[in-house]
């Protein structure tokens, strides 16, 4: 890909993805993919102002490794100074880029058992630091190309092609033309209209219904709203912490979810697909559920914790989104949920509350947030996906039809 | 490279190299070049008996970038967490291994006078915990190639082309042959019955002497020993911190070293060659220098802080040493030091001093060891060479003649 593009590309999510302000740190997580790309966001980092930026590398490769051959103990330990690189989190706010890259298929095989456990040690160690920085930071999930995961997109492509198609793709769907961040304004600009129209309709509870046999029916806070594209951190700095983002999302109501939904995408969860599966839910939990590939791996995922049996997130977004209009599946999460409409197990968003800044995390959970250690997105938009809005004044509203903007 | 020549080179640089034992930790460092081989490298450590292995990727391109725009205030500050995690190493005492394959030219037109600044104000930090891990701890350093080092070396051939040739010149200077395992152990048998033979000798100081002009005087410390490949770590492991290691080396007298000594290689340092330079020393301290190239870069490192422009190492290697006879200039000190006798700059080596484990690390810097934050070596063997040891009891001991053991 031509470098004054991809230096374009590093700009928007300098400025536009975390808005970097000037003086604050940034720390960038990166596989080893694409290490020029990093080298060039860096500098664009600073450019825009940072004061210090970091990159946390990683190699997906290593995982399985680690997983085989370290002891439980090993893996559940959160070592002294982990917690102290933590505090300086929560004391610094530093600005995170997520860049993915990854191999959809790189966890195959991976030891699932022992590494639910690792995460479920370590999590009550981490989520007090992860409480204080929740809603207060900015970050930025986007990608670059991977050349595992290039040919899993791409397989009759050499691999030197499929990397530059994928970027193509990632390049497209994320808006990077002529004027990615103009572009972005505007982006934001259409979501938020969308957002101000459904937070004007004070929706109790949706209905979800296709003839695949989805037939769900989802309470919504009273307190709560739907937010899209750029956000705002409790300091008070907007960002947009998805690139690309099509979706209009909201928290529900824990404990009020009744029906069944069917997923309509394979989700990659773990660096495996869960295929062809359905949840069924009463009184908002999780009961019952079943999948052609990798059931095990959805049961380890519902059961993780408590919290991740409960819905985190109902998410709105056309079955004409630019990226299902593509007619790629991504296998990535980042892109494949904006395909189309989807829920998420799991962790809600409290900043969907409306006045969260001064309610604080404990009081919006009281309200009907979800909290877990997970947050997994699911696709479960259609060509005839129709969704029902019943308003708290008792009027029905339809938001989807077939598939799209009602 | 073969995948079965790296898995021995692997194997080599576990088991010989840091010999780890059962559960310790290990810490390898590494640049991006060689994911695959550190992937092997990481198997191989905990197939030799590792508890937990940790890969610290670093991406030389990027240092330019952050010396470039980071404050003076942010480079030199050490953070808690950072200190929290010396703190670590100081308790766990993990197997560190650095993996070198970085471009001999990778930092040039760095800002030499901020990095030098940023590394003097982190020093006195830092220096406290590394002083209580020195000669505690199991260490290697070994190399692989980087793209930009191989093509360096080979220009005229392709990247693979350079890459693969290097990676030759790589596994056959670290005797990488049917049972390197095996091969180790001989050669630190001939490197230990040079080093009795010199302890034998009672050397009170080595006349160097060569056509070229060099002709200096350096003091050996009375309870000084010549070390060479296997070491013993203050637990009582063995290990082998350089593959390759071709040396009889020990720790001169600070404060008497008289005389002119000419390189005779290039030296690579900080990313950047100092060329045909000459230092000349009086009471032990190096008081005036020339280079044709870099003489500024040289400078900064003979000024680094007091003890970098005292001698901290005198090493022996016969001018027809396998690397100086594979006739590539590597510029890199860890291949080319051992191509020739060199001297170091900066901090001396306390376990060559006998019975150190006993007498501690102050004690031994009483003693004439030198203290520094650098320890840089340089080269000045040549064909006509000669090292001349004035004993304790008078003697005088040819040691070196035309480049080569006596």
């Given at each position: 890909m031509k470098k004054s593009v991809l230096r374009k590309y590093a700009v928007l999510i300098a400025t536009k993805g975390i808005n970097v302000q000037k003086g604050q740190e940034v720390v960038i997580n990166a596989d080893l993919d694409q290490p020029e790309f990093i080298k060039i966001l860096t500098e664009e980092c600073y450019k825009a102002g940072a004061g210090k930026v970091t990159v946390e590398w990683s190699?997906?490769?290593?995982?399985?490794?680690?997983?085989r051959y370290r002891s439980l103990k090993t893996l559940a330990k959160v070592e002294e100074w982990e917690k102290a690189k933590y505090q300086h989190a929560v004391d610094v706010l530093p600005c995170r880029i997520y860049i993915e890259s990854e191999d959809p298929d790189g966890l195959k095989g991976i030891n699932r058992r022992k590494m639910a456990y690792a995460q479920q040690k370590r999590y009550p160690v981490i989520k007090p630091y992860r409480d204080k920085i929740e809603n207060r930071d900015q970050w930025c999930i986007a990608a670059v190309p991977g050349k595992k995961?290039?040919?899993?997109?791409?397989?009759?492509?050499?691999?030197?092609?499929?990397?530059?198609?994928?970027?193509?793709?990632?390049?497209?769907?994320?808006?990077?033309?002529d004027d990615p961040v103009q572009a972005w304004k505007n982006h934001n600009e259409d979501l938020r209209n969308r957002c101000n129209?459904?937070?004007?309709?004070?929706?109790?509870?949706?209905?979800?219904?296709?003839?695949?046999?989805?037939?769900?029916?989802?309470?919504?806070?009273?307190?709560?709203?739907?937010?899209?594209?750029?956000?705002?951190?409790?300091?008070?700095?907007?960002?947009?912490p998805n690139i690309p983002s099509e979706e209009c999302f909201t928290s529900p109501a824990r404990g009020q979810a009744d029906g069944i939904v069917y997923a309509t995408k394979p989700l990659s969860y773990e660096g495996q697909l869960i295929e062809n599966f359905n949840i069924r839910f009463e009184g908002g939990k999780a009961v019952e559920w079943h999948a052609e590939k990798n059931v095990e791996l959805l049961t380890k995922m519902l059961t993780m914790d408590e919290g991740a049996a409960y819905l985190g997130e109902c998410a709105l977004v056309p079955f004409d989104s630019p990226i299902n209009n593509s007619g790629i599946l991504f296998y990535n999460t980042l892109f494949d949920e904006n395909a189309a409409c989807h829920l998420a197990m799991g962790e809600g968003f409290a900043d969907c509350i409306e006045g969260f800044e001064e309610l604080g995390l404990e009081k919006c959970r009281e309200l009907g947030v979800n909290d877990s250690m997970i947050h997994v997105d699911f696709m479960i938009g259609s060509r005839d996906l129709n969704i029902t809005a019943t308003c708290f004044d008792g009027r029905q509203v339809p938001v989807f039809v077939n598939g799209n903007w009602a």
């Open positions: 190699y997906q490769s290593l995982a399985k490794i680690h997983y995961w290039a040919k899993k997109l791409f397989p009759d492509l050499s691999v030197n092609q499929a990397v530059e198609k994928l970027w193509e793709a990632i390049l497209m769907t994320s808006r990077v033309d129209w459904l937070n004007s309709l004070g929706i109790e509870k949706l209905h979800y219904s296709s003839s695949n046999g989805t037939d769900l029916t989802v309470g919504l806070i009273r307190q709560g709203r739907f937010c899209g594209g750029e956000e705002t951190s409790l300091q008070g700095y907007t960002f947009n």
